[in-house]
C-alpha cells in the first residue's frame, strides 16, 4: 500500500498537469487565442525562438556541437538572422551540427520553413552575424578546400545538408554560418547564423 500511494499523488498531479494545461489552450473569452509565436518550442538545447530570439545566445554550442535557432531580424545575441525574408521567412528555423576530429569538421545543416523549391549555399564566415551580411566578415578559408553546404529545399521549405573537409578550424576563426541565394538568387544574402556567442 506504502508504494502505490505515491503513484497515486502522481497520477493526480499529471491529470491536475493535463487540465491545466487544455485550460491555457483554450480561447479565454475575449477573442484571443495564443498564436504560433507564443506556444512552446520543442526542448533543444540551444533553441531561440520568438518572442524571446534576442539575448538568448548561450554561452558556446550545446553538447555534440548542436546550435538551433529562429530566424528573424537582427538583433544581439540571436542565434539565427534573416536578411531576405523572400529566402528565409522570419519564424523558419535551422539545426546545425558542427563535428570535429585531429582530422577533419563535418557540418550539418537542417532547414525548416525556408522558401520552397529554393537552392541555397552556406558557408563558414570568420565573425559572428551582425546586422548586415557584411559583419560576418570573409568567408573562411584554411588554405585548402573552403566547407560548402549547398542544398535545395523541397515542397515544404525543408532540407538537409552535410560536408566534411580534411581540416580543423582553429578556435576563434569561425564565427558563423552565412547562407547565400543559389540558383536563380545566386549570392543573395539569405540569412546568418552564429557558431559562437
Not at 76 to 91: C, F, G, K, M, S
Not at 94 to 100: C, F, K, N, Y
Request: with cysteine.
Amino acid at each position: 500500500m506504502a508504494t502505490r500511494t505515491p503513484l497515486w499523488a502522481t497520477g493526480c498531479a499529471l491529470l491536475a498537469l493535463t487540465i491545466t494545461g487544455c485550460a491555457g489552450d483554450s480561447n479565454d473569452g475575449n477573442g484571443s487565442s495564443a498564436t504560433p509565436s507564443e506556444t512552446a518550442s520543442p526542448s533543444i538545447p540551444g533553441k531561440t525562438a520568438n518572442p524571446d530570439r534576442c539575448g538568448q545566445f548561450t554561452a558556446s554550442p550545446t553538447p555534440g556541437g548542436i546550435i538551433v535557432g529562429t530566424f528573424g531580424p537582427y538583433c544581439e545575441e540571436a542565434v539565427a538572422t534573416t536578411y531576405t525574408t523572400a529566402l528565409i521567412p522570419d519564424e523558419s528555423s535551422a539545426i546545425v551540427t558542427v563535428e570535429e576530429t585531429d582530422a577533419d569538421t563535418t557540418v550539418q545543416l537542417q532547414a525548416q520553413g525556408f522558401a520552397v523549391n529554393m537552392s541555397y549555399s552556406a558557408r563558414l564566415h570568420e565573425d559572428n552575424c551582425g546586422a548586415e551580411p557584411a559583419d560576418a566578415g570573409a568567408e573562411y578559408q584554411s588554405g585548402q578546400d573552403p566547407l560548402v553546404l549547398d542544398f535545395t529545399t523541397d515542397a515544404s521549405g525543408n532540407a538537409t545538408a552535410s560536408a566534411t573537409v580534411p581540416w580543423v578550424a582553429p578556435d576563434d576563426d569561425v564565427e558563423s554560418l552565412l547562407i547565400l541565394g543559389a540558383g536563380d538568387a545566386a549570392g543573395q544574402p539569405a540569412g546568418c547564423i552564429n557558431l559562437a556567442p
